[in-house]
């Protein structure tokens, strides 16, 4: 079955430290991910996406993830975290076989920055 | 560009009547509208598919008679809670993509509503 897992509930950072965020996918081949994020009580925002070529694709507000397809990961990278990426973050992937749209997100990992 | 909305951003209800949201591509054509339900410190989770002109498609679990949805124009697509009830309450929040030809074709979302049910 396809599936996202993003196995941090919760992950609390410094302001200043770096961030990883983890994303594993089980899929029928490589589909399309993404990464979001989500303020409190707010919709989504894309912070970049994976659909081909280079493995590392770089994305808004300084994030960056790479696509490692040995290990079905995409797993989200900032050098230096600033305050207010405090938010909730979702990966999702969405099938290359079908043009449906359809996305599948994983449950979301909260992240917190302290001062 | 790309700007989907939704109105209300909140509303209260009382158990038993029904509630209308509604969502908005504001500069482009939504051929294919996405309304996903998600709990506190919960995923998304899509409740249906929406195309301009079509019924809509359900997911699995999803009550299509309770959740009416209509995407009567490009621009718009309406979710109707009907009969509400508390557990109903949940933050909704739709997407909205056009179709252009691409390999993968974008979704766009909206800032989600909040509907408590009392």
């Known amino acids: 079955a396809q599936s996202v897992t993003q196995p941090d509930i919760h992950i609390t950072v410094s302001e200043g430290a770096s961030l990883e965020l983890r994303c594993n996918y089980s899929?029928?081949?490589?589909?399309?991910l993404f990464w979001y994020v989500q303020s409190p009580g707010q919709g989504l925002q894309l912070l970049l996406k994976?659909?081909?070529?280079?493995?590392l694709v770089q994305g808004i507000k300084g994030f960056e993830a790479e696509f490692k397809r040995s290990q079905s990961s995409f797993n989200l990278r900032k050098p230096s975290v600033h305050w207010s990426d405090a938010a909730e973050y979702f990966c999702a992937v969405g099938a290359r076989s079908s043009n449906t749209g359809k996305l599948i997100f994983g449950q979301g990992t909260t992240l917190q920055v302290k001062p | 560009g790309a700007v989907v909305s939704q109105h209300p951003s909140r509303v209260i209800c009382k158990s038993g009547t029904s509630v209308k949201i509604e969502c908005r591509s504001l500069?482009?054509?939504?051929?294919?509208m996405f309304w996903y339900r998600q709990f506190p410190k919960k995923s998304l989770m899509l409740m249906a598919t929406?195309?301009?002109?079509?019924?809509?498609?359900?997911e699995q679990g999803v009550e299509k008679d309770k959740f009416l949805i209509n995407h009567a124009s490009l621009t718009l697509s309406t979710l109707t809670v009907t009969s509400a009830h508390p557990e109903d309450s949940s933050f909704y929040i739709c997407?909205?993509?056009?179709?252009?030809?691409?390999?993968?074709?974008?979704?766009?979302f909206g800032p989600g509503t909040r509907l408590t049910v009392l």
């Open positions: 994976y659909f081909s070529g280079d493995t």
């Open positions: 997407s909205a993509r056009e179709e252009r030809g691409l390999d993968y074709n974008e979704q766009f």
């Open positions: 929406s195309n301009e002109g079509s019924k809509a498609t359900y």
């Open positions: 899929y029928g081949a490589t589909p399309y």
């Open positions: 500069d482009f054509q939504a051929t294919t």
